[in-house]
């Protein structure tokens, strides 16, 4: 079974710039969840979404970040336009049961110029 | 405030020797307990979690964690460290009724000496 998987690996952009971030989740798993780590401080929360339907944005920093998941299926995290505070790693995990073990993608290092 | 704390930025051990990551945590109620580890290059993978139950948690790779609720604390532990455990480990909650977001302390890196 393959894991949850992320796009890119890598990605630097200018500031101003537009980045769109992508994760495919363990097939079957309804909660799909995006975090982040800015250097030096801890990972954060950012949303969450079951199936299609964003169960809590709370932790989105501002309104240059818009996160969609169509279908319920795959998700998109776009940054526009981007700033030089929104270099780190963004994480993406799903689970299938709220409470259950969340699996991990290996994250996309975001750096912007 | 709730948090969670990892008071350890840095340990170094030497190969073979013990070694135990601490992690405490403020919470109301005691929350869902996870450690966490991410090796160099590689996405966040679960050692061991808690819910409830047995307070001595078994976890992947020789790994175990005790759960003290006096101490609110999650420690990890290993008898005997292998070069291959060098990486950032981290301890992280999530609160019993919440949607499931995990809430991280700031992780611990940890290195290995021949």
């Known amino acids: 079974e393959a894991g949850v998987t992320q796009f890119p690996s890598h990605s630097v952009i200018e500031k101003g710039q537009t980045v769109t971030l992508r994760c495919d989740p363990i097939?079957?798993?309804?909660?799909l969840y995006w975090y982040r780590r800015v250097m030096g401080k801890e990972i954060k929360f950012l949303l969450h979404?079951?199936?299609?339907?964003?169960?809590?944005e709370s932790g989105m920093p501002n309104n240059r970040f818009l996160a969609e998941r169509t279908g319920g299926t795959y998700s998109t995290l776009k940054v526009q336009p981007a700033e030089l505070e929104d270099s780190g790693v963004y994480f993406c995990?799903?689970?299938?049961?709220?409470?259950?073990?969340?699996?991990f993608g290996p994250g996309t290092r975001l750096l912007v110029l | 405030a709730q948090s969670v704390t990892q008071p350890d930025i840095h340990i170094t051990v030497s190969e073979g020797a013990s070694l135990e990551l601490r992690c405490n945590y403020s919470?109301?109620?005691?929350?869902?307990l996870f450690w966490y580890v991410q090796s160099p290059g590689q996405g966040l993978q679960l050692l061991l979690k808690?819910?409830?139950?047995?307070?001595l948690v078994q976890g992947i790779k020789g790994f175990e964690a005790e759960f003290k609720r006096s101490q609110s604390s999650f420690n990890l532990r290993k008898p005997s460290v292998h070069w291959s455990d060098a990486a950032e480990y981290f301890c992280?909650?999530?609160?019993?009724?919440?949607?499931?977001?995990?809430?991280f302390g700031k992780g611990t890196k940890l290195s290995v000496k021949p």
């Open positions: 995990a799903s689970s299938q049961n709220l409470q259950e073990t969340q699996y």
């Open positions: 097939s079957g798993h309804d909660n």
């Open positions: 979404f079951v199936k299609e339907s964003k169960q809590d």
């Open positions: 919470y109301g109620a005691t929350p869902y």
């Open positions: 808690y819910f409830s139950g047995d307070t």
């Open positions: 992280a909650v999530v609160p019993r009724g919440s949607q499931g977001n995990l809430i």
